[in-house]
């Protein structure tokens, strides 16, 4: 079964949409890794970009009926060289919890899957080293959360006089 | 009457010198993020870090048997490069971990730059989003720019409409600036080697371009030239004897470098052979730009995904047959030369008309008629103060910048400032490649490769 078959199938978990010309999956978290999985096969080998969205703000926006709106979104955006074709897969979790990485797919969202961690504190099971990498290592809080504001932080550094 | 000593003291209080909070080594620590001992790390991060995380068939893995995975920790040392260390372009920081001279692991640790841009860009309105995207990759803004807009535009709906000569524009400052970028490698990476006066070169043939675009934007960098609806303002005039006075002035500054670098034995020595990576491992690894050209794949956006007018100009994809530093090196100086070729096109189908998009929700009155009418100017605050809606929806736009794909992701709430604005950035994601580079080289070599890479800090940590 590929992904493109189940098109408004709710069931399955995936749904496809078209978001102004460009291919969008939006894809259940437990049918996640294996939608990537057939996106490869189909030809979709390279995963360009992995980042999330902080939907705190607008909670009641727009999705294809039967999926459910969730406070974070990943947005993984997928490449296949041969077909010269981009699909973008959307994910939709909750607070608190953690999603598959793509590591063992796509070695490539190493760096892209701890930046999530790091600004968004979205945790990715399976992953090699899920550490922060654009913050300080005992940096509090996530900063590209919606309810993380900007221009009222302490300055946090190690061995600054606080 | 308090003198300036006690008032100070009362300010800051006393913090005891003599008993510091942290240890010293502690104030520069990264803790979990730096490279650490064998024994404290997973199999899968140190398939990462040695640079071999692509399954492998058994023959094939034996024949990569150059890296023993198995050493003992006391015959290795763990060493920092940067992040203050001049080949490291910026505040790149990396920790190798050494068996002799051979880099067994290695592991970029980025974040020393970061400057939070992403979050500025939900504060900043789309009027404003360009200065902040300008300063991403300052080493070619102008494509950062593009991408924005480009963004911008197709959410607006009004990507159809952008007048020609706005895009002919576009991809005339676009491929100046990849030019003036490649030269600024050239110059980097001669002096990374030791050919310190390629560096002056360089810079001296970069400036000539930035001369340019100081005359068509005023600015050398840092533009905010290209903005969502078309550009800025019109060429100004003479422009054309500008452009074709800098593609009389390159040819032969190239076949210079050619004798300095490509010709020298040495220069070749050094880098041939130096940072492989195999194509498989660059789709893995998700490079783009000049490293995944350097592979064979002939894969470029303005080609493959054409935007612009970019089906319109006749232009070979330079690629490598090698994947090492030398292909890398050689493909910059090689589009150097495509990008003269093109602009000598964009010079011969530049057409008249308008240079940004005549739709009043998105561009500002022209300057005289502010003085005139009233109107005008309340238009004209309302666009530089408020800013223009962009209707509800997320879109990702990428485009081929010197260094890969930059893409632009943008999701908007229907208000005038983006939701959220991610930017994919090529560098951050090519600096994944470099464990896979150094595997089994020389610590020598790491300057070469870290070089071959051309990452732009700005970029990496935004």
């Keep these: 079964m590929t992904s493109t078959e189940v098109t408004g199938d709710v069931s399955s978990g995936v749904t496809v949409h078209d978001s102004l010309g460009q291919r969008v999956l939006f894809v259940d978290k437990s049918v996640y890794v294996a939608t990537i999985t057939n996106l490869y096969t189909e030809g979709f080998t390279m995963c360009i970009d992995l980042t999330a969205v902080d939907y705190l703000a607008l909670e009641n926006r727009l999705l294809p009926a039967g999926v459910v709106a969730q406070r974070f979104e990943i947005v993984v955006n997928l490449l296949s060289l041969v077909q010269r074709e981009r699909v973008r897969v959307r994910v939709q979790i909750a607070d608190g919890e953690s999603m598959p990485s793509l590591f063992d797919i796509h070695p490539s969202t190493e760096a892209m899957e701890r930046e999530v961690f790091d600004m968004f504190g979205v945790a ?7 550490t922060r990498i ?20 302490p300055v946090q550094f190690k061995g600054a006089a606080s | ?15 005891e010198r003599s008993t510091p909070v942290v240890s010293a080594g502690a104030i520069t620590s990264e803790g979990g993020q730096e490279l650490r001992s064998r024994s404290e790390i997973s199999q899968k991060a140190l398939m990462r870090e040695s640079g071999s995380v692509l399954r492998l068939s058994e023959s094939a893995a034996a024949a990569l048997a150059d890296v023993a995975n198995d050493v003992d920790e006391d015959q290795t040392m763990i060493i920092n490069m940067g992040p203050q260390h001049p080949s490291t372009h910026g505040v790149l920081r990396l920790m190798l971990e050494l068996q002799g001279e051979t880099v067994l692991r290695c ?5 020393y730059l970061h400057t939070g841009m992403e979050k500025t860009g939900e504060t900043l309105s789309f009027m404003q989003g360009g200065t902040n995207m300008t300063r991403m990759d300052y080493l070619s803004p102008l494509n950062n720019e593009l991408v924005f807009s480009l963004a911008t535009e197709k959410l607006l709906g009004i990507d159809g409409d952008i007048p020609e000569r706005a895009q002919w524009m576009r991809m005339l400052l676009s491929e100046l600036n990849r030019m003036s970028s490649h030269l600024l490698f050239m110059a980097t990476n001669g002096m990374d080697l030791g ?5 002056l070169y360089g810079w001296r043939e970069r400036e000539q371009v930035l001369r340019f675009f100081q005359k068509v934007t005023g600015l050398r960098m840092n533009h905010n030239f290209i903005r969502p609806g078309g550009v800025a303002a019109d060429l100004p005039a003479g422009w054309r004897d500008d452009v074709l006075a800098l593609l009389d002035m390159l040819p032969e500054r190239l076949a210079e470098y050619e004798v300095l670098m490509t010709g020298q034995p040495i220069w070749r020595e050094r880098l041939q052979g130096v940072g492989v990576i195999t194509q498989s491992e660059a789709i893995a690894l998700a490079a783009t730009g000049p490293i995944l050209r350097s592979t064979g794949l002939a894969w470029d956006l303005r080609k493959d995904l054409p935007y612009l007018m970019y089906n319109e100009v006749e232009f070979d994809v330079v690629v490598g047959l090698h994947g090492d530093a030398y292909d890398r090196y050689a493909i910059r100086l090689y589009e150097i030369r495509e990008s003269m070729r093109i602009v000598r096109q964009i010079l011969d189908k530049m057409p008249s008309g308008n240079f940004r998009i005549q739709n009043k929700k998105v561009t500002p009155p022209p300057r005289g008629r502010i003085d005139e009418s009233m109107e005008a100017l309340i238009h004209h605050f309302k666009i530089f103060t408020e800013g223009f809606k962009v209707p509800v929806g997320e879109v990702y736009v990428s485009i081929e910048s010197p260094r890969g794909e930059v893409g632009c992701y943008i999701v908007s709430d229907g208000s005038s400032v983006p939701y959220r604005l991610h930017v994919r950035a090529p560098s951050f994601v090519n600096v994944q490649c470099l464990p896979h580079m150094m595997r089994g080289g020389l610590v020598a070599d790491a300057v070469a490769v870290i070089s071959s890479i051309d990452p732009v800090l700005g970029e990496v940590d935004r």
């Design chain 1, 124 to 130: 990715f099971d399976g992953h090699p080293d899920l």
């Design chain 2, 195 to 199: 050919a310190v006066s390629m560096m």
């Design chain 2, 1 to 15: 009457m308090t003198t300036l000593d006690e008032r100070a003291a009362a300010d800051n209080p006393v913090v």
């Design chain 2, 107 to 111: 592991k970029p640790i980025i974040g």
């Design chain 1, 134 to 153: 654009l913050m300080p290592e005992d940096w509090d809080g996530h900063p590209l959360r919606k309810d993380y504001s900007t221009g009222r932080i």
